[in-house]
């Protein structure tokens, strides 16, 4: 399906501006899809383009992930409410910055529901524990620079 696929490396993909489009629980990953992508950088080595650009529809695998928390103005959201909202396409997600340590992955950002899709609510934080990053794409984007 993917024709491309990188583990993760400090600096080598961001997910800033990027909205998460679909989740998928499969088995014990998690894919958390990007429809218009995310950036590549130019530190990536399958990126020979010596600037950051976007890729293509886009897919980031936690390898035997689970979701621990999230966060949406102070409270704990469920897990399966997001994702039926956001895979419905009733939901967005913005991502703003994604941090790694270890084994944990947070992602922070913002979430726009319903008829307010294009207004930006409060910080949601997304916490994950799991043992590999995986990035799939397609093609890198020549005409996306950041």
């Known amino acids: 399906m993917w024709n491309f696929k990188s583990r993760y490396e400090y600096g080598a993909f961001s997910l800033h501006d990027c ?36 890729t293509d529809a886009s897919c980031l695998m936690l390898l035997n992930a689970n979701n621990e928390d999230a966060f949406f103005r102070g409270e704990k959201l469920c897990w399966n409410v997001f994702c039926s909202n ?27 529901m319903g008829d307010h899709a294009n207004q930006p609510y409060p910080e949601l934080c997304l916490w994950f524990a799991h043992q590999g990053l995986i990035y799939h794409w397609n093609a890198i984007r020549e005409d996306r620079a950041w």
């Open 86 to 112: 956001i895979n419905a396409g009733q939901w967005r997600f913005e991502c703003n910055v994604a941090h790694y340590k270890d084994d944990k992955f947070v992602i922070q950002g913002w979430l726009s």
């Open 19 to 54: 909205y998460v489009t679909g989740v998928v629980n499969n088995d014990a990953n998690i894919e958390l899809h990007f429809s218009d992508g995310y950036w590549i950088s130019e530190t990536n080595r399958q990126n020979l383009h010596e600037k950051t650009l976007r």
